[in-house]
């Protein structure tokens, strides 16, 4: 993946800095938090002896979308569970994961799993992450960016057409045991879109890191 740059306008220690990481510790809890990618060093410098208003909502360019940019007011509940999958290739090597938005640490990690997709891991994150704030009764709320998992998770099935074979066996048992989760437990936690335009990559992304 391209090399990233994040300038902070506002946060803990504001500057230029050259990893995800280096910057989430300066921006995650800051409550007004204000940040973005760039994909050259001496772009994240220029930006911020700029204004920060004047790159708000823009691309630094086609390949480098925003970080997410929470403003004044994260537009988005910051004590809840965000999920994301990653697939390498359609199918391919598949991994879940999901991240506690109120503290930044992984929630739960799984895979990699042999011939699947990315929707039905978004589709297993989901089912999991329920199952998992169930058995504290957490009725927090989760976030994912796939509206097909969204919908097979309220559906209480994953109407995939990946073929089941022997390579990813393992893959299906789980998709059998999410489902029959779902038909045999209720839930109170809101499953929304996480708006990916509006707040850049959902930060249990796979790719927003590097």
Excluded at 20 to 46: D, H, I, L, M, N
Aim: with cysteine; charged share 20%; net charge positive.
């Amino acid at each position: 993946m391209a090399k990233k740059y994040y300038t902070v306008w506002e946060g803990y220690q504001i500057g230029v800095f050259s990893s995800w990481e280096e910057c989430k510790k300066s921006v995650s809890g800051y409550p007004t938090a204000k940040y973005k990618s760039f994909p050259t060093r001496e772009a994240a410098q220029k930006a911020l002896n700029d204004n920060y208003w004047s790159y708000v909502g823009k691309k630094t360019d086609k390949q480098h979308p925003t970080v997410p940019t929470l403003g004044d007011n994260p537009p988005y509940d910051t004590h809840s569970i965000a999920v994301d999958a990653a697939c390498s290739g359609n199918p391919g090597t598949m991994h879940y994961r999901a991240v506690d938005l109120s503290t930044g640490a992984i929630y739960f990690s799984q895979g990699p799993f042999a011939k699947a997709t990315n929707n039905i891991g978004e589709f297993l994150a989901i089912v999991h992450a329920l199952a998992q704030l169930a058995l504290s009764q957490d009725s927090r709320t989760i976030y994912s960016d796939s509206k097909i998992a969204i919908s097979w998770v309220k559906q209480k099935k994953c109407k995939t057409k990946l073929p089941k074979e022997a390579a990813n066996e393992k893959v299906f048992e789980l998709i059998a045991r999410a489902e029959k989760w779902l038909h045999t437990h209720s839930y109170r936690n809101p499953i929304l879109k996480w708006e990916t335009q509006l707040w850049g990559e959902i930060p249990a992304d796979y790719g927003n890191k590097g």
